[in-house]
């Protein structure tokens, strides 16, 4: 009974890491998912509904269109502040190329 328990459990385990995998490997159909599909793969799950996402005039041949995002702070004690995305779109989606980190000490005194 035992060894059942440990194989399903090992099984389910092994289905969602897959679908983490082809979740994060997968072309998003707007710039805005994709961006919030970043943040959220970095496990930050409680600001991907905070993000306020704007379109910039900023193009770059290697990286793609830039994006500013405005209320992203780490509340999981690393004080990083994601501010910048570059996306590129290909026939199957967006895809986050670059996001520019600064790092703040949002949670030090």
Known sequence: ?????????????????????????????TSE??????VLLKGILFE????????TTIED?????????????????TGVAITFFYLNQNKDGWVVTSAEELVHNLLKP
């Open 33 to 38: 998912m994709a961006i919030r599909k970043y």
């Open 1 to 29: 009974m035992k060894t059942r328990i440990v194989k399903v459990m090992i099984l389910i385990i092994c289905l969602v890491a897959f679908g983490l995998v082809a979740y994060s490997s997968k072309p998003s159909p």
């Open 61 to 77: 041949n290697n990286y793609g269109h830039g994006f500013s995002v405005s209320v992203y702070h780490a509340i999981d004690g």
């Open 48 to 55: 991907v509904r905070n993000l306020e996402i704007s379109s």
